[in-house]
């Protein structure tokens, strides 16, 4: 599904990066784990083409996405989320979604703002995309509730749906959890599953330990950049080398 070889990246004389290899399988959660400034998001940032890596290689479906821009890598199925997402707080859910899909879709913002012919007859396939992953998410009873009055669970949804509407087959959820009570992580590590039974391949990376052991098929761990421990949730948490980067670490990752 996703092959990644030796990806290495650069900030300076910082290693955010570090020659790192794996391989997230198709249809499954693969999760990453690691201390704060492992270099968790900063590897999502190269999967999606925010940054170009320094050094190494990254093929989707056998096809080398390294080089590409960020758009073309979109259009070619890896859609992800970001730590926080910046919603517009005095619109809809609905048209969140909308706004959303046409700017992740459309060439640029200048057709959003000038409300294009072309953009006029896509609205409706905008809406029915948005209305689609609501359901999907289970929004649906609140696309009309303004996003500053929908709770922290169901902003993380939009999210969510925000990232499905471009029809990804990978989806790369940057702390999804982050905020939320236990019993609404609940729900969200429900909403992955659903996600990979509708097909998808996860890419999650959770500081929540219980969620990443309860819906993880395989964890890679990394710290200071470098991959330390790879394997089955059962596999890393046995992993001396795992437990020895946690208790030496004093930020709240084993939290
Ligand atoms: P994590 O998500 O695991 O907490 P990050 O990937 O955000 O870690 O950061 C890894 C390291 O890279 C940190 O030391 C961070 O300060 C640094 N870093 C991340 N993004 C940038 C950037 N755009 N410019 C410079 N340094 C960065
Ligand atoms: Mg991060």
């Not at 019993?183 to 909403?191: I, K, M, N």
């Amino acid at each position: 599904m996703l092959e990644v070889s030796n990806l290495t990246k650069r900030f300076g004389g910082l290693a955010a990066v570090n020659d790192v290899s794996v391989r997230f399988e198709a249809n499954k959660v693969n999760a990453i784990i690691g201390p704060n400034g492992a270099g968790k998001s900063t590897f999502f940032n190269l999967i999606a083409g925010t940054h170009k890596p320094t050094s190494g290689r990254i093929v989707l479906d056998g096809v080398d996405i390294t080089e590409e821009p960020c758009d073309q890598i979109a259009r070619l199925g890896v859609a992800r989320t970001f730590q926080t997402t910046n919603l517009f707080e005095q619109a809809t859910v609905l048209d969140n979604l909308i706004v959303g899909h046409r700017l992740r879709t459309r060439s640029g913002l200048w057709d959003v703002l000038i409300n294009s012919k072309r953009l006029q007859r896509e609205e409706k396939a905008s809406r029915d995309k948005a209305r689609e992953v609501l359901d999907f998410v289970g929004l649906s009873h609140v696309e009309n509730r303004f996003i500053a009055d929908v709770t922290q669970e169901e902003r993380k949804r939009v999210a969510f749906a925000l990232a499905l509407a471009t029809d990804p087959k990978i989806v790369l959820l940057d702390e999804p959890a982050a905020g939320v009570n236990p019993e609404e992580t609940e729900g969200l590590a429900d909403l992955m599953r659903k996600m990979v039974k509708s097909g998808l391949t996860v890419c999650l990376i959770e500081h929540k330990m219980d969620m990443i052991m309860g819906i993880a098929d395989k964890i890679m761990v990394l710290d200071h950049g470098e991959k330390i421990s790879e394997g089955t949730p059962e596999q890393v948490r046995n992993d001396p080398v795992v437990i020895e980067a946690y208790l030496g670490s004093d930020d709240d990752a084993a939290a």
